[in-house]
């Protein structure tokens, strides 16, 4: 196969890379050019973070403020497949992503481009996902593919363990009582058998089964609880990042969102849940379908 591929991401702890890395292994053992960019900001957030400089990212990420980014080259002028990973921060697309997404070079490259996304995350993506198709959209590239890597650990947990991760910087057991954060290693290195999914499809330049096939190998999974959870705490963040990015002094209520969000997860979250399973789950079905539908379509 002489088939050029380009993979772009961002990763701040490597996870996302190691994604890329197992998903493009079987594309290269099938002759396949893969060419990859790990893409870097010019002032990088430390890793790991504050409590204070994890949470100050959150109005940018919702208002789709970029940053500026380290300069890269691309070897070609066009590709037979690109792989964009992807990273949601807040519900959002990650401030790195969505800054590489505004260069011109890798714009011209995706036009008319058959491209893939792939996510590393805790488990809330839906909302970034929609955002990242309106930016491939907007860079007329042809989106064929999805694949969605989780923490499939219960939702309170993972986000117990996200938080010893991103603030210690160690994806290890908090307190040795919890399990690992983050995506398992056992599905990163699963990522190689969607990879081995797509190379008939670049192969042939036939992309029309492929999120049918990634979907029965499960690349994607919607849980409706989280969708609940996540179609109303994007409404809400936003209202805080606009309120947010308004004021001069923001660390006041960048740490009054740090609350807002702990008690809208521990208390808040399980009443929607409630209130919608009493209300829609079980008597609104074709809406639930629709809904869900919305979030798995590639356009
Ligand atoms: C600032 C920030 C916000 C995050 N918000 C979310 C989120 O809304 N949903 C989610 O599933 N994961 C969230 N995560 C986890 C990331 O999506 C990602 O899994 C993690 O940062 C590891 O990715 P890496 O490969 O960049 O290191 C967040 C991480 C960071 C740093």
């Known amino acids: ?28 053992a099938a002759g396949a050019s893969v060419e990859k960019h790990r893409v870097r900001l010019v002032n ?22 970029p940053a500026e980014i380290q300069p890269f080259d691309l070897k070609e002028k066009k590709y037979d497949l690109v792989v964009l990973g992807y990273q949601p921060w807040f519900l959002s697309p990650s401030i790195p992503f969505n800054s590489f997404m505004q260069d011109e070079g890798l714009r011209a490259v995706l036009k008319d481009t058959p491209v893939i996304t792939v996510t590393g995350c805790r488990n809330m993506w839906l909302n970034a996902f929609v955002r990242v198709k309106k930016l491939i959209k907007a860079a007329e590239a042809n989106h064929v593919g999805n694949i969605a890597l989780v923490d499939t650990h219960p939702n309170p947990v993972s986000f117990v363990t996200i938080f010893h991760w991103m603030l210690h910087g160690k994806k290890d057991r908090y307190l040795n009582i919890f399990p690992p954060p983050g995506v398992a290693d056992a599905d990163i290195k699963n990522a ?20 049918d096939e990634l979907d029965k190998q499960k690349a994607v999974v919607l849980n409706y609880n989280l969708m609940i959870i996540e179609g109303v705490a994007g409404k809400i963040f936003r209202v805080w990042a606009n309120i947010i990015a308004k004021k001069k002094n923001k660390l006041p209520w960048i740490r009054a969102f740090k609350y807002y969000l702990l008690i809208a997860f521990f208390v808040g979250a399980p009443i929607v849940v409630t209130i919608d399973a009493i209300l829609f789950r079980f ?11 919305h979030f798995l379509n590639l356009n």
């Open 44 to 65: 990088e957030p430390n890793f790991p973070w504050t409590a204070d400089t994890f949470f100050s990212v959150m109005p940018d990420c919702q208002l789709d403020v």
């Open 192 to 211: 190689k058998a969607f990879g081995q999914t797509v190379i008939p499809h670049l192969d042939d330049d036939n992309w029309e089964e492929l999120q």
């Open 1 to 28: 196969m002489t088939k050029k591929v380009l993979a772009i991401y961002y990763s701040q702890s490597g996870q996302l890379g190691e994604i890329i890395d197992n998903f493009t292994t079987p594309l290269e």
């Open 283 to 293: 008597t609104s079905p074709k809406r639930i379908k629709a809904r869900k539908q």
